[in-house]
């Protein structure tokens, strides 16, 4: 059933896989992100592990421009950096299914209940492609 926790299993897993994704390079600690950034991301963290994919999406992109709003206030951010999180193929991808979901222009819903149980597995790789996204951007590669 699509309101349906998952177990505690696969409840762990997903953790798992998040986590790995926000500690590059094996570092025991998550990377460092800004106030509003570190709230937004523990709601894509659990998000993620109660399989919301769509909020995964829209969460992610919300905690990349938190990130990337903060690093252009204190100065800490790269050019080249800031410049692939915006304009970048991946990105732009990123930004534009989350303002499908949340402004949606189309003559139809651009998410349905039914989506949410029929593909269940595309969202679930369209989420997990926004946390790999996500991750580039806060650690800076």
């Known amino acids: ?4 926790p998952p177990n505690t299993r696969l409840w762990a897993e997903r953790l798992t896989w998040f986590d790995r994704r926000l500690r590059p390079d094996g570092m025991s600690r998550p990377v460092s992100v800004g106030a509003q950034s570190e709230a937004l991301l523990h709601e894509c963290r659990r ?3 109660s399989g919301g994919w769509v909020t995964v999406v829209v969460l ?3 905690v990349i421009d938190s990130e990337l709003a903060e690093r252009l ?8 950096d800031l410049n692939e999180a915006r304009f970048g193929r991946d990105f732009v991808w990123l930004r534009a299914r989350r303002n499908g979901y949340l402004h949606n222009d189309g003559p139809g819903p651009a998410i349905t209940a039914h989506e949410l149980l029929l593909d269940a597995q595309r969202l679930e790789r369209e989420a997990r492609k926004a946390v790999e996204l996500l991750a580039k951007v806060l650690s800076g590669s």
Not at 1 to 4: A, G, N, R, V
Not at 73 to 80: A, E, H, M, P
């Open 1 to 4: 059933m699509i309101l349906d």
């Open 47 to 49: 998000a993620f592990a």
């Open 60 to 62: 992610a992109q919300a």
């Open 73 to 80: 206030v204190d100065g800490s951010g790269d050019g080249l």
